[in-house]
């Protein structure tokens, strides 16, 4: 439980000691934020004393005697407000209760005003409000330097993944410069060939951003319509055929038959795209992925199984966040972004689905996609944000 510090400020004991014993035992629960408040109450008789103490150490909330036997509560008030603090109420207590008071302490800086004679509840209802404000007031704040930190490390990630491949094409461009493997061109193929590898990992780095942004950004109209799912699978295939057969990578799809769901096609594409895409890049030589889709009681499930190097528990855990990448010897050699998983993590969440994997080392992972197969396009229920758009393209690459 959470505590704010309560000054009083009244040169009337009675008072003191009334306000102390109303709110000595008060919790309260603040809307929207799990947790409980208490409070702690400390005691001043004059202006000055009280300054002493808002200096020594602030309180959260000043309950303030508008008239104090040495000052005004708005000469207090403006020392207050000369220190700029805002987490900081003050609640002006005053017997000469009238517009004009409550017009000039809220000019000073009160945050509310309590006429006396007042009610243990009265007092509680003013506090409680304020209390509120307070907490209401610091979890925004956190949440900006949350914010704050979260853009940092983007940057940070963003920039590390850009300079590797920019190292390594400015090294190659000062060797073929520079004549250091002599004078004949082909010797200096090999270095074309790996830039143009790099100028290509950066390149799906930067699409795989716009899909994040896009998803995220809800900005255009998605477009609904009847599609196959084993249709769009069986294109995912197709387009991983050239890098399959390469690696001598087999694939095999179950059920072939219709699998008819109301989605945003270009969606559906993204989530095939990256999981057929990692199932081959991380599969071993001669190894196998499997593709297999149902629609049952309105919901579609998508596994794609690879027989590749796997993946261990806590690489697992973290995989379907942003920039996240297994490394290790056996994908150094591996391009990637790290986004595609997190996209197909956010996508799967447009249809109240999720998505999960199962994996062990040296053999292998299923990928599993839940989605909604009955959504239609105007829904806003459960945070479904209408106008959220995705590039529809072929080429998206993950991890």
Known sequence: MDHLNVLVVDDELGMCLGIERALRDLTVAVPDVSEEIAFNVEV????????????????????LDYKLPDMLGCDILEKIKACERTDLLVIIITAFASIETAVETIKCGAYDFLPKPFTPEDLRNVVQKAAGRLILQKKAESLIKEKR???????????????????????????????????????????????IIRIGGMRKLIFDLLDLTRIESGQKKRSFEKIDLCKVAFDSIEMMSTVAQAKKVEFEMKDRSPKIMTAARDEIEIIFNNLVSNA????????????????????????VTDTGIGMSPEEAARIFNDFVRIKNSKTKNIMGSGLGLSTVKKLAALYKGDVSVTSEQDRGSTFTVTLR???????????????????????????
């Not at 001043?44 to 309950?63: C, D, Q, V, W, Y």
């Not at 081959?280 to 596994?303: F, M, P, Q, S, W």
């Not at 009955?374 to 072929?394: A, I, M, N, P, V």
Request: charged share 30%.
């Open 44 to 63: 001043a008789n004059t202006g000055s004393e009280a300054l002493s103490i808002i200096e020594a150490a602030p309180p959260h909330i000043i309950l």
């Open 149 to 195: 930190q979260i853009r940092f490390q983007f940057i940070s990630v963003l920039a590390h993944e850009l300079k590797s491949p920019l190292n390594a094409i400015e090294g190659y461009l000062r060797i073929m410069r520079d004549r250091n493997l002599g004078g004949e061109i082909e010797k200096y193929d090999r270095m074309i060939e790996r830039s």
């Open 280 to 303: 081959v890049k991380y599969n071993v030589e001669g190894g196998k992925v499997t593709v297999d889709v149902e629609l049952k009681d309105n919901i579609a499930t998508i596994r």
């Open 373 to 399: 197969a009955d959504l239609k396009q105007e829904s806003e229920e459960d945070g479904y944000s209408k106008g959220w758009s995705f590039s529809s393209r072929q080429d998206i690459q993950t991890m």
